[in-house]
């Protein structure tokens, strides 16, 4: 059974910074690609971005380009997301997925593996 479980969201006044963070147990973490994703209310779960399992190679949604960064730490089962210069439309429900590599790493059904969440607000 592979459980993910998401931490540190909050609330952050526009311009801010907040990192949140992913652990997983069960499977074999350095195995798989690490997905970040959002859902704000009344829409759909979007992709922020995901790292594969090196962390040399990383792909973005292209509006959190320059802002937020993905890394992971194998050693840990972890993987963050840090992000900057957040803006109100930053505000939503961040979920990390987990999956094996293959392509379409921005497809929701993709991800066998799901985390239950955390809140990030962006307002002032």
């Known amino acids: 059974q592979v459980h993910l479980v998401e931490s540190g969201g909050g609330l952050v006044q526009p311009g801010g910074s907040l990192r949140v963070s992913c652990v997983v147990s069960?499977?074999?973490?350095?195995?798989?690609?690490m997905g970040w994703f959002r859902q704000a209310p009344g829409k759909e779960r979007e992709f922020v971005g995901a790292i594969d399992w090196s962390g040399d190679n990383l792909y973005y949604e292209e509006s959190v380009k320059g802002r937020f960064t993905i890394s992971r730490q194998n050693a840990a089962n972890a993987v963050y997301l840090q992000m900057n210069s957040l803006k109100p439309e930053d505000t939503a429900v961040y979920y990390c997925g987990a999956r094996f590599p293959g392509s379409d790493y921005d497809v929701v059904a993709e991800y066998p593996y799901w985390g239950q969440g955390t809140q990030v607000t962006v307002s002032s």
């Open positions: 069960g499977g074999t973490f350095s195995a798989y690609v």
